[in-house]
């Protein structure tokens, strides 16, 4: 005798709802949750660490550390209706909260095509052109007119103007902007 055409291929009807057993439509939502639940901890506890590792400084270079301008001035040129030019100086005081020395590496202002930092001695010294400032860690860098300075060459006429705008460059903080008052020559 033959056996039927279809006992050989293994092919079975699947078995009614009833015979999966009850909550089966449930069942694997719990096991879905059950799969995850473990990544979702680690990597909770992950970003938790990796947070606490940036917050306490251990990244290195990898965060800039922010330095503060804590005044910012550049006092009116004296001058004659008829002279208006010449370079203008600057008091600024810049305030590093760092644990590492940054550097002030360029100064930039929409009034002056060419700002150049200067290292004096005393007020007699006409200054060196440098190519960089240090700001010491957890110290202070203090810029004046009769000093260590920030020079805008040959800076348009500002002297009507409340304030001007500077954005310094530094090694580690990057960019920042300030908006430096004008003041009476000589003052910050």
């Known amino acids: 005798m033959s056996a039927p055409a279809t006992a050989g291929r293994?092919?079975?009807?699947?078995?009614p709802q009833e015979a999966r057993g009850p909550g089966h439509g449930r069942d694997w939502l719990r096991e879905l949750a059950r799969a995850a639940a473990g990544p979702v901890i680690c990597a909770a506890v992950l970003i938790g660490?990796?947070?606490?590792?940036?917050v306490t400084g251990g990244t290195g270079n990898i965060v800039s550390q922010q330095v503060q301008v804590t005044q910012a001035a550049v006092p009116m040129r004296a001058f004659t209706a008829?002279?208006?030019?010449?370079?203008?100086?600057?008091f600024l005081t810049i305030w590093n909260p760092g644990k590492k020395a940054d550097e002030l590496l360029s100064v930039s202002s929409p009034i002056?095509?060419?700002?150049v930092l200067v290292r004096r001695s005393g007020p007699e010294d006409p200054g060196t052109v440098v190519p960089e400032l240090t700001i010491p860690a957890r110290g202070t860098l203090t810029l004046t007119p009769f000093g260590t300075d920030v020079v805008l060459r040959?800076?348009?006429r500002y002297e009507n103007d409340?304030?001007?705008?500077?954005?310094?460059t530094f090694r580690r903080?990057?960019?920042?902007?300030?908006?430096a008052d004008v003041s009476a020559p000589g003052t910050p």
């Open 49 to 54: 660490l990796l947070s606490a590792w940036v």
């Open 173 to 179: 903080a990057g960019r920042i902007s300030v908006t």
């Open 154 to 156: 040959d800076p348009a």
């Open 162 to 168: 409340a304030t001007v705008r500077l954005t310094l």
């Open 112 to 115: 002056a095509h060419r700002i």
């Open 10 to 15: 293994g092919t079975q009807p699947a078995p």
């Open 82 to 90: 008829a002279d208006p030019s010449g370079p203008a100086g600057s």
